[in-house]
């Protein structure tokens, strides 16, 4: 009796270890309230999982947001042709990528641009990005307004500056630092009315030198003429009379200001130029091109035998002239040197560092070969860099416009304008300076002199 007693013990204790081994009935969870529950929620699985599966998620992945583009605004000048090409270009640039949306806002000429930046500035609401006419860049850089942007062109998305034609770039720099990008760059070009040269018993060509060009315009004066004719209409504009004033200086061998903004406008070289320009308005074989329709106007109605114009002009002045036009290198004296002119873009520094990076995107772009090959044949504007220049595109472009052709080969002889240019009121004491020696008749020494102190006065009061 006692062993089967025992003998049930032991039974008992090895079901009681047995039952101690085996896993617990799992307790159901009750439902989560549906307050709590997310839209998105994923129901748990209606089975254990594998060992080594990963566990269920509560909550359904959050999708990644999508990234807005970065939004920026650029300012524009130049109308027609020029303008139509930018709002292009800005079209290609939003439609083929979604990194960054440009604006573009046309403000009017160069001048009236400039003074739009200065009250923006002051009350600072700039742009993103801005064109310049590019003596006006330095005065802006100088001031902090201007965003250096060497370590964009330098960087993982920048691009290979030695690519660019060097003359075309050298006024996109102050102070060392690269402050813009060339864009709607141009020189002065010589057209002549081919019609006028042949009936003078002149040869198809440019005058080589001023003093041919002098030679030129009394064979092509008839005093006599209805209308009357002269060799050339001098410009008088407020943003041209300086540019073509300064080839004839450069001619001459005067530098017109040094790197340092000191005025040379009374040196003897700067002052043979002008006596030179005076004796033939004197002679009455050049006129002040103080016309309704401008100096271009006396060219194109063909009361001038002779023009200095804009690359940029280029087209407008070829197809719309009721004669053949005849185009050249501007004359020489003792060196053959152009000042370059049009636009460079920049960026701002009061843009945020995101909108900035957007902006060299942007510029880029706008100054990229593919870019740069198109403006250029929608306008007549220079290439700015030795890709475009030697793009099949561009070759096939100045195969078919010869006249072009000799537009881009005077690029050997461009230098920035002078330092001085920079100084806001520089152009209208230029535009004075000229209207004194041929429409006042000043003496050249005395209206040198009298420009040079008013240069010099500007600078220093609002650049200095």
Request: proline content about 8%.
């Amino acid at each position: 009796m006692n062993k089967l007693i025992g003998t049930m013990l032991v039974l008992f204790v090895l079901f009681g270890a047995l039952a101690g081994c085996a896993a617990p009935e799992p307790t159901k969870a009750p439902p989560p309230a549906p307050t709590r529950a997310p839209a998105t929620s994923v129901p748990p699985a209606a089975t254990k999982p594998p060992a080594t599966a990963a566990p269920a998620p509560t909550t359904a992945p959050t999708a990644a947001p999508v990234q807005a583009p970065v939004k920026i605004v650029y300012w524009r000048a130049l109308s027609g042709a020029p303008g139509n090409a930018q709002e292009e270009l800005a079209k290609r640039f939003n439609a083929a990528q979604k990194e960054v949306q440009v604006e573009v806002q046309f403000q009017g000429t160069y001048p009236e641009l400039r003074r739009k930046l200065q009250a923006a500035l002051a009350a600072r609401t700039t742009p993103d990005l801005v064109m310049l006419d590019s003596p006006q860049m330095p005065y802006f850089a100088k001031n902090g307004a201007l965003a250096p942007l060497d370590d964009f062109a330098k960087g993982a998305d920048g691009v290979d500056l030695k690519n660019f034609i060097p003359g075309l770039l050298g006024d996109s720099y102050y102070d060392g630092k690269l402050y813009a990008m060339p864009f709607a760059r141009s020189t002065p070009i010589l057209y002549y009315n081919r019609d006028m040269f042949k009936a003078a018993g002149l040869p198809d060509r440019a005058p080589e030198t001023w003093e041919e060009f002098y030679d030129f315009c009394k064979k092509l004066t008839k005093k006599d003429a209805t209308p009357a004719r002269v060799g050339y209409a001098v410009q008088m504009g407020a943003t041209t009379a300086h540019w073509y004033f300064q080839e004839l200086l450069y001619a001459y061998g005067s530098d017109v200001s040094d790197d340092k903004f000191k005025v040379l406008l009374d040196q003897p070289e700067a002052i043979a130029a002008a006596k030179f320009l005076q004796d033939m308005v004197k002679e009455g074989v050049v006129v002040p091109g103080t016309g309704p329709d401008g100096a271009q106007g006396e060219f194109t109605n063909q009361r001038a035998g002779m023009h200095f114009g804009s690359t940029g002009s280029l087209v407008n002045i070829i197809s719309t002239s009721k004669f053949q036009v005849g185009v050249g290198f501007m004359p020489a004296a003792k060196r053959r040197q152009v000042p370059i002119g049009g636009s460079v873009i920049a960026v701002l520094s009061a843009s945020p560092k995101e909108k900035q990076a957007a902006a060299w995107k942007f510029l880029k772009f706008m100054t990229s070969t593919e870019s740069n090959v198109y403006f250029v044949q929608k306008t007549g504007y220079m290439p700015i860099s030795t890709s475009a220049v030697n793009s099949a595109e561009m070759k096939e472009f100045m195969t078919k416009n010869p006249a072009f052709k000799v537009a881009v080969d005077q690029l050997q002889f461009v230098r920035p304008q002078a330092s001085i240019i920079a100084v806001p009121e520089s152009t209208e004491i230029f535009r004075q300076l000229v209207e004194k020696l041929t429409v006042g008749l000043v003496d050249p020494a005395t209206a040198m002199k009298e420009a040079t102190a008013a240069l010099t006065k500007a600078y220093n009061e609002s650049f200095k």
